[in-house]
């Protein structure tokens, strides 16, 4: 296999402090009232875990060991069967009342095999988390109890909802931009949903609680900046750079070992893409994540070419919605290769490969724009 870095010469200077506003918490073998979805639709009936000591470990102590402070994240739904039981799992951890402890064994790659083991503990394991986005099916009947049920979860942390919505047909294994998280409403596209238009006004009359808005780019283009222009009041982010998809192609060829040596774009999806982003940046009401890069170009970080288009389009996302609504996320969970490609590669960075890259990405920006991208604006946006 084609070795994976090339040097990125960059005299940008890390950011002084850094809040990480997208990662996952995830036990499917310890929650099985709530985690059985993701158990068996995701992971083949396997269990996935990836806990708040891989997260500490993985992500915050290379930060710091750089100097930089690491201020706090956003803990963000990992599609529960009930949003409420997921926020109050994450809420007994961060004050410290499970009884569950995790030992960890790092393996090759950024991944972890844990085990668990039955131990009181007398203090948080992620007094990091700062903030939670809950998950909520706004087309549900009683959506109005379900909101009052995962608001009264958490004392004071709470900050927005999300319900997966990448939906462009039934759900292909993979093979096309419907997301897996899509299967519990399989083949249909939750934009256009009367009742989900409902949910999303209920959200704007609390005023307290935002959207992160998770799709797919024709999904931007037909149905949602024409619903969320609607609703001027309520916040919403943009997970994950609006989803462009393999504009590339595939990481590796057929043989699963070659690297795919191609280096122009589709064209076609950027363009979609492009009429999507550039709608949604004129709704001052819409924010984006900077994060799983590896969805748009899978594998980026093997060669330079890739490394140079990717930066170009987060680059363009910035000059659309400028620094003020953007913010880099780190979508840390399981390991790299997941949290960055979502499946589409076996490989992904560091959380300090990933610093780095985003600081070569912001080579000329300013002080105010590189602190407003790495801590600013999420701190804002999730009321930090």
Not at 1 to 13: F, I, Q, R, V
Not at 49 to 66: A, G, K, N
Not at 182 to 208: A, I, M
Request: glycine share 8%.
């Amino acid at each position: 296999m084609t070795s994976t870095s090339e040097t990125l010469d960059t005299s940008t200077a890390y950011p002084i402090e850094v809040i990480d506003p997208h990662h996952h918490f995830i036990d499917t073998s310890s929650n099985p009232t709530f985690q059985s979805f993701l158990k068996s639709a995701v992971a083949n009936g396997n269990d996935i875990l990836s806990t708040p000591e891989d997260y500490h470990h993985h992500v915050i102590e290379p930060l710091q060991t750089l100097g930089i402070k690491f201020v706090g994240s956003v803990h963000v739904e990992a599609m529960p069967d009930d949003g409420a039981e997921e926020v109050r799992w994450v809420e007994s951890m961060c004050n410290g009342t499970t009884a569950t402890a995790i030992t960890n064994d790092i393996g090759e790659g950024g991944s972890s095999s844990s085990s668990s083991s039955s131990l009181k503990h007398g203090g948080s394991r992620c007094s990091y988390v700062k903030a939670y986005v809950a998950s909520c099916d706004l087309t549900q009947p009683n959506v109005e109890e379900q909101l009052r049920k995962i608001m009264t979860a958490s004392n004071n942390k709470l900050r927005g909802i999300r319900w997966i919505l990448d939906c462009v047909g039934p759900y292909e294994n993979g093979d096309t931009a419907t997301h897996v998280g899509t299967l519990r409403h399989d083949g249909v596209d939750y934009l256009k949903s009367p009742q989900f238009e409902r949910g999303l006004s209920l959200l704007e009359q609390q005023q307290n609680l935002s959207f992160d808005l998770q799709c797919a780019p024709i999904q931007l283009v037909e149905s949602a900046c024409a619903l969320f222009a609607k609703y001027p009041k309520l916040k919403v982010c943009l997970d994950h750079m609006g989803k462009p998809r393999k504009v590339l192609g595939d990481d590796l060829l057929e043989d699963g070992i070659a690297v795919n040596p191609n280096v122009v774009p589709n064209s076609e999806e950027l363009q979609q893409w492009r009429r999507g982003m550039k709608a949604m940046s004129q709704l001052p009401n819409v924010y984006v994540k900077l994060s799983m890069m590896g969805y748009a170009i899978p594998g980026w970080k093997r060669t330079l070419p890739r490394k140079s288009l990717l930066k170009s389009l987060v680059r363009e996302v910035v000059s659309m919605f400028g620094a003020e609504r953007c913010m880099v996320a780190w979508n840390w969970h399981v390991n790299d290769a997941i949290s960055d490609g979502d499946g589409n590669s076996n490989v992904g960075p560091n959380a300090v490969e990933l610093l780095e890259y985003f600081c070569w990405c912001f080579e000329g920006y300013g002080e105010w724009e590189r602190e407003r991208l790495f801590a600013g604006t999420a701190k804002e946006f999730y009321r930090l």
